[in-house]
């Protein structure tokens, strides 16, 4: 009797509900089309997609939605804001320079304009000293940085440097590493010591800090005073800290000349005890000395990867280097910063103790000296005092002769004029090395240089052609002309290689759902322009280049929009 009650009771439930919804469904009419797709931004049409997998290229359109890419595929009956026709031409991910120099450019000039015109959408850059943390001492000592740039400081840690970045905009997009010696020089200074448990301590607070607001690894540099100073294990430590928030150690090693394989060994040792990926910047056999020792390097380096430690490095890809004039002089000298350096400098007796090192090979430290085959090769590349405007692009040879003075006692004066901040191009690499490296699988490339432009302040400076020119000069010479890698090869070094070394999960690939970073290019005229003798000129052949879905580079000019971001790694995240 309950039973047939509730069955009844159910089916009136039932009828009722019924008609219910018919009645709705006669006042709603014929069923709801489906929701027309909102139209894309933006759509690449007709071009030839070389994806960054290093994959052959495939017909495709690529549309893009709210910055990401949204679809590929045939697109033509799609409605879209703007088409570009890339007919004939490349479609392919933004290119990541893995270590530029940019912190302090970017707040001069924020459209990067030397990057962008190589299709450089991405730059990782905090090569052992980073933009922060900065106390009063570091601000004492980069005074005349934030001079010569007109930049008012005013920040103190990553927090800070993002915000700012964030509140001005950026052309491209920015992540950086904390740079080891940044850390000794908050927590020790500029002396010559070994760091105290205490103080190792203070200094593993200090990388965790930066991790936390997002810095994507721990750097080096060692050839640069105070960073020489640093013990191995105090660099593991410093690892280990930035591992523990899925960060990486990148760096400079202590030597690229005469005990490289003594410095690979300790960079390997880093990455294995610190148990932390490693990124060697700038591979290089540097020294007239060395020319031909490339293929030992990357056998050492291949052992290790056999053996399990994550190790991989990037390359510029010229004959020069650049680093500061200073690098010239024993680390020693530099014990206790600028200032004491140029007050050794003026002195007799410890310049004449300066020369008769520089005289005499070493492997205790790169004796950059010996390492050219004379003042020929070296060519003097931005200064800061502007009396010494008139020397910039000339050779240390030239300058002394000018002068009437010996071309040690030259070198030091200029360091004197110029407060320790001259920057050269050092002409000590052979390019068969160059080659074998650029070649090897695990090798991407590397500007190596600060963002800047042709125009305004930065127009001013005399930088080394790699500023405006590695990655087009890739193309041009390794692919196009002497048909040393394919170009999907090129690409994939450019984009998925760094953005799988960096940990950028959502970049380096064209694909659904990843950041809109992609340029189009014609392969057969994309070329750099910069020389040594006349290095401010901007690469030519790209026609688009896209930043995060925005324009930057709009058939062939620049848009002048900032639509970066700022990278944070993954300590910087919830």
């Known amino acids: 009797m309950v039973a047939r009650a509730w069955r009844a009771a159910f089916g009136l439930a039932v009828l009722s509900a019924a008609l219910v919804s018919g009645a709705a469904g006669a006042n709603r ?38 910055g990401r890419v949204a679809a590929i595929g045939r697109l033509e009956r799609v409605s879209a804001k703007r088409r570009i026709d890339a007919a004939g031409r490349v479609v392919a991910p933004g290119f ?4 530029g120099q940019s912190e302090l450019t970017l707040l001069v000039d924020p459209r990067a304009q030397s990057k962008v015109f190589q299709g450089i959408t991405t730059e990782i850059t905090g090569e052992g000293e980073s933009v922060a943390p900065v106390n009063d001492a570091i601000a004492r000592e980069n005074a005349k940085a934030y001079e010569h740039y007109g930049i008012k ?18 052309g491209i997009n920015l992540a950086s590493y904390v740079g080891a010696t940044t850390v000794r020089e908050m927590v020790i200074g500029y002396g010559d010591r ?8 203070e200094m593993q607070g ?72 490693v990124e060697i910047w700038h591979l290089k056999a540097g020294g007239v000395k060395n020319f031909g020792l490339m293929p030992e390097i990357i056998a050492r380096i291949e052992r290790a990867r056999a053996s399990g430690v994550d190790i991989a490095a990037d390359t510029y890809a010229y004959p020069a280097w650049a680093n500061d004039l200073s690098a010239f002089i024993p680390p020693w000298a530099h014990d ?6 140029i007050e050794r400098l003026k002195d007799p007796g410890m310049r004449a103790r300066i020369k008769k090192e520089l005289a005499v090979p070493s492997a205790d430290w790169d004796n950059e000296w010996q390492s050219v085959p004379g003042p020929e090769a070296i060519q003097i590349s931005t200064v800061a005092n502007p009396k010494l405007l008139d020397i910039q692009g000339k050779t240390l040879a030239d300058i002394a002769k000018a002068r009437g003075t010996d071309p040690m006692d030259t070198l030091f004066d200029i360091l004197i004029e110029d407060d320790a901040q001259t920057s050269v191009a050092v002409f000590a690499m052979s390019e068969p090395d160059i080659e074998l490296a650029a070649v090897q699988p695990w090798v991407s490339f590397c500007n190596d240089s600060s963002g800047t432009s042709p125009e305004g302040r930065l127009g001013k400076e005399f930088p080394h052609p790699r500023a405006y020119g590695t990655f087009p000069r890739v193309l041009r010479k390794y692919v196009r002309e002497e048909r040393r890698m394919r170009l999907e090869e090129a690409i994939a070094k450019f984009t998925s290689l760094p953005a799988s070394r960096l940990r950028l999960a959502d970049r380096g690939v064209i694909k659904e759902g990843m950041w809109a970073d992609i340029v189009v290019f014609d392969p057969q005229t994309i070329t750099d322009r910069a020389t040594f003798s006349a290095p401010n000129q901007l690469s030519s052949g790209m026609q688009w280049v896209l930043v995060n879905g925005v324009p930057v580079i709009s058939g062939g000019a620049a848009t002048g929009l900032l639509p970066g971001q700022v990278l944070r790694g993954r300590g910087g995240h919830p």
């Open 206 to 277: 200090v990388v965790a800090q930066a991790m936390r607001q997002g810095a994507v690894g721990v750097s080096s540099s060692l050839e640069y005073a105070p960073a020489p100073y640093a013990s191995t294990a105090e660099l593991i430590a410093l690892a280990s800290t930035a591992a523990q928030y899925g960060g990486i150690y990148a760096t400079h090693m202590r030597s690229e000349q005469e005990a490289i394989m003594t410095a690979i060994e300790e960079t390997i040792r880093i990455g294995r005890d610190a148990h932390i990926p």
């Open 96 to 99: 990541i320079d893995m270590l």
């Open 153 to 170: 400081r005013d920040w103190s840690d990553f927090a800070g440097y993002f915000a700012r970045l964030e509140r001005q905009g950026i």
């Open 29 to 66: 009419g014929a069923p709801r089309a489906p929701p027309t797709p909102a139209p894309f931004d933006l759509i690449i049409e007709h071009g030839h997609v070389i994806d960054g997998t290093g994959a052959p290229w495939y017909a495709a359109d690529v549309g893009i939605r709210g």
């Open 194 to 201: 070994a760091a105290t448990p205490a103080e190792l301590d």
């Open 336 to 341: 206790g910063g600028k200032a004491k350096l």
